[in-house]
């Protein structure tokens, strides 16, 4: 299953949550895999695409990164699930 996260730094822990990324501390935990991150041009914060199976693993890396900033993170899915559970509702 996919996952999005989006986070922003809050500014009295902004320095800390640089250290620890450039620390290499932004590996997600065992079952857990990034596929990808977006930081926002203007320093504001970004977006990480993960996969995993695992609600718990998810929440681990939640709970670490709210040391230092706001974080959200939600179940997604591609434009063609979306698509046929659409057509299955609402086409006749």
Request: aromatic residues 12%; charged residues 20%.
């Amino acid at each position: 299953m996919k996952f999005i996260s989006t986070w922003t730094p809050r500014p009295d822990t902004r320095k800390a949550a640089i250290e620890n990324f450039l620390a290499g501390k932004a590996a997600p935990p065992a079952g857990v895999a990034t596929l990808g991150r977006w930081h926002k041009a203007d320093g504001s914060g970004g977006f990480t695409l993960y996969e995993s199976n695992s609600a718990e693993a998810m929440y681990e890396t939640a709970a670490y990164w709210s040391l230092f900033m706001d974080v959200h993170i939600v179940p997604v899915i591609e434009d063609a699930a979306a698509g046929t559970t659409l057509t299955k509702l609402f086409k006749s």
